[in-house]
């Protein structure tokens, strides 16, 4: 059974930064495709960044609206993939929520029917 757990949300200024962290279980995390996603109140989930798995270089991929701000990484040894966030805005205020496995096609990476999801962790980018 996988579990995905992610820690490191909280209250924080415009212009601050958060690392978020999603400890995975159940699963051969190392060539599992991770992702991260946020859900905003009022509106639906969305992509946010991804990172392949170990047998494709584990290649990133980010949505247009954290691009250089926001930097995803992963530790193989620890299974645990994390999420820098750097120069915060109030509009990245949301559910931040860490899932495996991921579907990739057209370049970029999506949530499929067999995607497994974590609680979820907040952020708040007060302004």
């Known amino acids: 059974q996988v579990q995905l757990v992610e820690s490191g949300g909280g209250l924080v200024q415009a212009g601050g930064s958060l690392r978020l962290s999603c400890a995975a279980s159940?699963?051969?995390?190392?060539?599992?495709?991770m992702g991260w996603f946020r859900q905003a109140p009022g509106r639906e989930r969305e992509f946010v960044a991804a990172?392949?798995?170990?047998?494709?270089?584990?290649?990133?991929r980010y949505a247009d609206s954290v691009k250089g701000r926001f930097t995803i990484s992963r530790d193989n040894a620890k299974n645990t993939v994390f999420l820098q966030m750097n120069s915060l805005k109030p509009e990245d205020t949301a559910v931040y929520y860490c899932?495996?496995?991921?579907?990739?096609?057209?370049?970029?990476?999506?949530?499929?029917?067999?995607?497994?999801w974590g609680r979820g962790t907040q952020v708040t980018v007060s302004s």
């Open positions: 899932a495996s496995p991921l579907v990739y096609s057209f370049g970029t990476y999506s949530s499929g029917d067999n995607t497994n």
């Open positions: 159940g699963l051969t995390f190392s060539r599992s495709a």
């Open positions: 990172i392949a798995a170990i047998n494709w270089n584990s290649d990133r």
